[in-house]
Nanobody, 115 residues
Framework: QVQLVESGGGLVQPGGSLRLSCVAS????????MSWYRQAPGKEREVVAF????????TYANSVKGRFTLSKDNAKNTLYLQMNSLKPEDTAMYYC????????WGQGTQVTVSS
C-alpha cells in the first residue's frame, strides 16, 4: 500500500525557513520521480518542485526558484523541501506526490508565513 506522509510545516515569520519532509512507503522509492505541490485557500493546487529520479535534476516553479531546494534521500525513503526566505504568499498546504499506476498524494502539511 502506497503511503506518503508529510511533516515539517508550521507558522513562520516572513524571511524565515522551514524544511518539509515526505516519508514514502509501499513502492520502490528510488525508481520514481516525485514532486511537491501546494494549494492556497481559494486557489488551484500548483506544482512547486519536481525531481527526476534518474538524473537527479530538479525543476522549480518560478515563484520559488532560488529560495526552495528539493532533495531526495533514497536510503531513508524521504523527500525534502528546504524553504528559505519565506514570503506570505508561500502560505499553503503542501503535498508530496508520486505517479505510479495512479497519482498518490499525502495528507499535506500546513505552512503559514505571517508576522
Amino acid at each position: 500500500q502506497v503511503q506518503l506522509v508529510e511533516s515539517g510545516g508550521g507558522l513562520v515569520q516572513p524571511g524565515g525557513s522551514l524544511r518539509l519532509s515526505c516519508v514514502a512507503s509501499g513502492f520502490t522509492f528510488s525508481n520514481y520521480p516525485m514532486s511537491w505541490y501546494r494549494q492556497a485557500p481559494g486557489k488551484e493546487r500548483e506544482v512547486v518542485a519536481f525531481i527526476n529520479n534518474f538524473s537527479g535534476t530538479t525543476t522549480y516553479a518560478n515563484s520559488v526558484k532560488g529560495r526552495f531546494t528539493l532533495s531526495k534521500d533514497n536510503a531513508k525513503n524521504t523527500l525534502y523541501l528546504q524553504m528559505n526566505s519565506l514570503k506570505p504568499e508561500d502560505t499553503a498546504m503542501y503535498y508530496c506526490n508520486v505517479v505510479l499506476r495512479t497519482i498518490y498524494w499525502g495528507q499535506g502539511t500546513q505552512v503559514t508565513v505571517s508576522s
